[in-house]
């Protein structure tokens, strides 16, 4: 972890909050974007306030507003702006907004110029990439190498389920077909280790219940993923408690490999 990085993490660690999955690297991997909905639970749990938005322009080409917040005695103040040039979303007053007061939360929570929230461009989306590369290019920069080895060392199911968003950058640059393959083996990588780490049926409801804000953040395609591999743990290891024959002990080739410890 980089300095910056850990200085980041003591700050959002303070309300409760954590590095990954709530923020991100943006493309270019310089600068880190944070998710809205972890400013707003920081926000409530500091008590910060914010007063009446001030509107400069309500030119819907061009909407600038002025958002003033408070933390204790603190005052701090800054512009949101949204037009159809720098945002895809149609409702630009509300954009303008969650800019203005993004800005705001993070100048009082101390996070202001370290990370970015991700309401402030498109291409801070979770997942957002840069240019595709061609596959002779990605296989020159040994991009597949690198994402199989990260991978295959995330050996439990906490570490898979940062795995998407701490590799993100990289998976945006590479084919479609590359990123569907690498996304089915960490589906598989996923199973195996819900399997060896869930006995019980009860052991994956509070598997699920432990790393709900990871599946919550996870990308579409890898969410699901995570919910059909949970599905199907939670329904073997039921079937096979009702069966009163043993336990899912691990997979296969994706099949199920059933322990039957009094045969």
């Not at 809205?36 to 009446?52: L, Q, S, Y």
């Amino acid at each position: 972890m980089t300095p910056a990085d850990k200085h980041i993490a003591e700050i959002l660690t303070r309300y409760g909050e954590e590095l990954e999955p709530n923020t991100w690297l943006v493309p270019g991997g310089k600068a880190r974007a944070i998710k809205h909905p972890c400013i707003e639970r920081m926000c409530a749990k500091a008590g910060v306030t914010f007063d009446m938005p001030e509107i400069v322009s309500a030119d819907p080409n061009n909407v600038v507003i002025i958002v003033t917040g408070k933390l204790n005695d603190r005052i701090e103040w800054s512009f949101g702006e949204a037009n159809p040039k720098n945002n895809k979303n149609a409702y630009v007053y509300s954009m303008a907004e969650k800019r203005g007061k993004d800005r705001v939360a993070l100048k009082l929570i101390g996070l202001h110029g370290m990370v970015y929230s991700e309401e402030e461009a498109d291409d801070f989306r979770e997942g957002a990439s840069g240019p595709t590369k061609s596959s002779a290019q990605s296989k020159k920069d040994g991009d597949w190498d690198k994402l199989k080895l990260t991978l295959d060392t995330a050996d439990n199911c906490e570490a898979l389920l940062k795995w998407p968003l701490s590799n993100a950058p990289l998976i945006g640059t590479i084919k479609p077909a590359w990123r569907e393959q690498i996304s089915e083996l960490w589906r598989t990588a996923f199973l195996e280790a819900m399997a060896s780490e869930c006995q019980t049926p009860a052991e994956a409801k509070h598997l699920g219940v432990l790393y709900a804000k990871a599946f919550e953040a996870l990308p579409d395609d890898y969410l699901a993923h995570a919910k059909d591999a949970w599905k199907q743990i939670y329904r073997e290891l039921t079937d096979a408690a009702r069966a009163g024959d043993g336990f899912v002990e691990g997979f296969v080739n994706g099949e199920p490999v059933v322990a039957r410890p009094f045969a």
